[in-house]
Nanobody, 123 residues
Framework: QVQLVESGGGSVQAGGSLRLSCVAS?????MAWFRRTPGPGKEREGV?????????SYADSVKGRFTISKENAENTLYLQMNSLKPEDSAMYYC??????????????????WGQGTQVTVSS
């Protein structure tokens, strides 16, 4: 069992930046960030994914604004979020899987999940 603990969320004005962190209790090859906004029927949206080879993928909505990175020595995943928009407001979750995943932005491939950290962007 791998525990994931996110931090770094908060409130910021549009155009601002935040950096999310996720500390894992053990190394996992594939890690990702997802987000979910409140409301009925809302599903988790894949934001960014990274794997041990360094391969990354991003949702179109965040390309050019968000950067995912991983510090393997510390089992820590980061998400640098710049040029934030109100529509980026959501609960952000860290996810992990021990092996390779074909599509890193699909939530059902991940085995481990953190509790989430809230990001609120005001206009």
């Amino acid at each position: 069992q791998v525990q994931l603990v996110e931090s770094g969320g908060g409130s910021v004005q549009a155009g601002g930046s935040l950096r999310l962190s996720c500390v894992a209790s053990a190394y996992t090859y594939s890690m990702a960030w997802f987000r979910r906004t409140p409301g009925p029927g809302k599903e988790r949206e894949g934001v960014a994914h990274i794997e041990g080879s360094g391969r990354t993928s991003y949702a179109d909505s965040v390309k050019g604004r968000f950067t995912i990175s991983k510090e393997n020595a510390e089992n820590t995943l980061y998400l640098q979020m710049n040029s934030l928009k109100p529509e980026d407001s959501a609960m952000y979750y860290c996810a992990a899987f021990p092996g390779w995943v074909r599509n890193g932005l699909l939530d059902d491939v991940y085995r481990y999940w953190g509790q989430g950290t809230q990001v609120t962007v005001s206009s």
